[in-house]
Nanobody
Framework: QVQLVESGGGLVQAGGSLRLSCEAPGSIFRIATMGWHRQAPGKQRELVAT???????NYADSVKARFTISRDNAKNTAYLQMNSLKPEDTAVYYC????????????WGQGTQVTVSS
């Protein structure tokens, strides 16, 4: 079992910023695609952003130009910098890791609440 440690959620006013962090085991982090997803009440979980081990990023249209995913290989940590937050960004944000060793494996963090007030 791979344990991901998330932090950084909270309450912020619209227009504000937050940074989420997700730490993974080093042996996994170096080869994994790191991702952030979110789930708002009554809605399905949706992809927010991903970043491959090679640095290729992908963003949901709804967060492009506002959110930035990054990774610090020295700290085995991925980040999601969220700027210009909107009330509709309110959700539980989950970190996930996907990697392949013989077979493809995926693990999820425990989730962190982000609430944006209007």
């Amino acid at each position: 079992q791979v344990q991901l440690v998330e932090s950084g959620g909270g309450l912020v006013q619209a227009g504000g910023s937050l940074r989420l962090s997700c730490e993974a085991p080093g042996s996994i982090f170096r080869i994994a695609t790191m991702g952030w997803h979110r789930q708002a009440p009554g809605k399905q979980r949706e992809l927010v952003a991903t970043m491959t081990s090679g640095g290729i990023t992908n963003y949901a249209d709804s967060v492009k130009a506002r959110f930035t995913i990054s990774r610090d290989n020295a700290k085995n940590t991925a980040y999601l910098q969220m700027n210009s937050l909107k009330p509709e960004d309110t959700a539980v944000y989950y970190c996930n890791v996907i990697f392949r060793i013989v077979s493809t494996k995926e693990y999820w963090g425990q989730g962190t609440q982000v609430t944006v007030s209007s």
